[in-house]
C-alpha cells in the first residue's frame, strides 16, 4: 500500500526565516523524493533519498536548503533565510514498487513566502 | 539532457469527445519511461499511464491511451468520451534508466485541458 502524508499542509513565513517540511510514508519505500512546483508550472526535481542515503540533488537546491531521511523512513526538508522565490509548492513522492515503478505523491506542503 | 515538451497550453474540449494532449521528450538513453500525470485543482498529483521505451505496443488504461512514436520523440495523451471530471492540468514526464533503477522524473510545463458539457 502506497501512502504519503506531509506536513504541515499550507506555511506562511517572513523573508528571511527558517522552515522545515516533513514527509511520512505510510508503509516501507526505499526511494524517496522531493519536488518543488511554482504556479502553472511542472513539478522540478529537488533531490532523493535511497533508504537514508541522499543520492541526488539538483542544482536548484541552493545552500539555504537540506535534506534528511535519518531512518530511511520519514524525510524533511528545510529551507534557510527564506525568500520569496522560495514560494511554492514542496511535493515528496514515493515509487510504488509496482508495475511501472511510478512515482505516488503526496498531498504538498504550501509555502508563502511573505 | 533531457527534456519533455508540452506546447498546448491551454486546450478546450465537448463533453464525451476525444481529445489529444501533445507530449515531445529529448533524451539521449535509450532506456527510457514516460508518464502522465493529472492534476485537478485540489492539487493532487495522480498517475494515468505509463509507456516503456522498449514497449512494442501502445499503453492504454481505460479511456487513457497513449500514441507513442519512438522516431517522433512524442508521446501523445489520448483521452475518449471526455468528461467534466477531466477537467485539470495534465503532465507529462520522463525517467531515464530502467524500471529497476528508479531515478527522478522531468516534467513538462503541463496542459490545462477544460471538458465544455
Known amino acids: 500500500d502506497t501512502g504519503v502524508s506531509q506536513d504541515p499542509r499550507h506555511k506562511i513565513t517572513k523573508r528571511g526565516q527558517n522552515v522545515t517540511f516533513r514527509c511520512d510514508p505510510i508503509?516501507?519505500?526505499?526511494?524517496l523524493y522531493w519536488y518543488r512546483q511554482t504556479l502553472g508550472q511542472g513539478p522540478e526535481f529537488l533531490t532523493y533519498f535511497q533508504n537514508e542515503a541522499q543520492l541526488e540533488k539538483s542544482r536548484l537546491l541552493s545552500d539555504r536548503f537540506s535534506a534528511e531521511r535519518p531512518k530511511g523512513s520519514f524525510s524533511t526538508l528545510e529551507i534557510q533565510r527564506t525568500e520569496q522565490g522560495d514560494s511554492a509548492m514542496y511535493l515528496c513522492?514515493?515509487?510504488?514498487?509496482?508495475?511501472?515503478?511510478?512515482?505516488?505523491f503526496g498531498p504538498g506542503t504550501r509555502l508563502t513566502v511573505l | 539532457a533531457q527534456k519533455i515538451t508540452q506546447t498546448q497550453p491551454g486546450m478546450f474540449v465537448q463533453e464525451k469527445e476525444a481529445v489529444t494532449l501533445d507530449c515531445t521528450y529529448d533524451?539521449?538513453?535509450?532506456?527510457?519511461?514516460l508518464f502522465w500525470y493529472k492534476q485537478p485543482s485540489s492539487g493532487e498529483m495522480i498517475f494515468l499511464i505509463y509507456?516503456?521505451?522498449?514497449?512494442?505496443q501502445n499503453a492504454t488504461e481505460g479511456r487513457y491511451s497513449l500514441n507513442f512514436q519512438k522516431a517522433r520523440k512524442s508521446a501523445n495523451l489520448v483521452i475518449s468520451a471526455s468528461q467534466l471530471g477531466d477537467s485539470a492540468m495534465y503532465f507529462c514526464?520522463?525517467?531515464?534508466?530502467?524500471?529497476?533503477?528508479?531515478?527522478?522524473?522531468?516534467f513538462g510545463q503541463g496542459t490545462e485541458l477544460s471538458v465544455k458539457p
Open positions: 514526464a520522463m525517467r531515464e534508466g530502467g524500471y529497476n533503477q528508479g531515478g527522478k522524473l522531468i
Open positions: 533524451t539521449s538513453d535509450p532506456s527510457y519511461g
Open positions: 509507456q516503456g521505451s522498449y514497449d512494442q
Open positions: 508503509s516501507e519505500h526505499n526511494r
Open positions: 513522492a514515493l515509487e510504488t514498487g509496482g508495475a511501472y515503478n511510478e512515482q505516488f
